[in-house]
């Protein structure tokens, strides 16, 4: 009986987590009331001290294909390893209640892609590259061998002139 007992209690132990692990909260990835310039300095110092760019992804909570995109990541164990590696994440919000334009201006306007768009912006909050991520999809979903592309390609490391000078 002890043993069953035991088996049962591991089993309900391993289970609980995994669960939670596939569970988001899809309605709160954006913040509509945070102080956006603060966050992204913090997130560009946090980067720097770690070697890292940042990753800003603007979209909103009433965005479908933003809250896909984000499931897409954080179920893949392989993406989130990339993106978490590689990059200091902030979800910038764009919405009627707070469309945070004028940091929009200072990234290039990249909301004339639609939603969701992500910025690459370097250690030192420089903006590297804008992207698209409809050229990311795949039908109603996106393409993990394209997300993974995009990851590397706008890495640090990918951007290290010691790897081209003598080419």
Known sequence: MK???????????????????????????????????TDIAAAVKKAAAENKHVLL??????????????????????LKAAMNNNYEVYHLNYSKENKNLPILKELG??????????????AKGNRLHT???????????????????????WSPGALLPSHYVNE
């Open 3 to 37: 043993k069953y007992v035991w088996t049962l209690l591991l089993s309900i132990a391993f289970a609980i987590p995994a669960t939670q692990a596939q569970t988001h909260d899809l309605e709160h990835i954006y913040n509509p009331a945070a102080d956006a310039k």
């Open 57 to 78: 992804q603007v979209g909103g909570n009433w965005c479908i294909w933003c809250k896909r995109l984000y499931k897409f990541i954080e179920d893949d164990a392989e």
């Open 131 to 153: 992207q698209n991520t409809g050229l990311l999809e795949s039908a109603d979903t996106y393409d993990k061998k394209k997300v993974l592309e995009f990851l590397k390609q």
């Open 109 to 122: 306007f990249p909301q004339r892609f639609g939603f969701p768009v992500l910025v690459v912006l370097d």
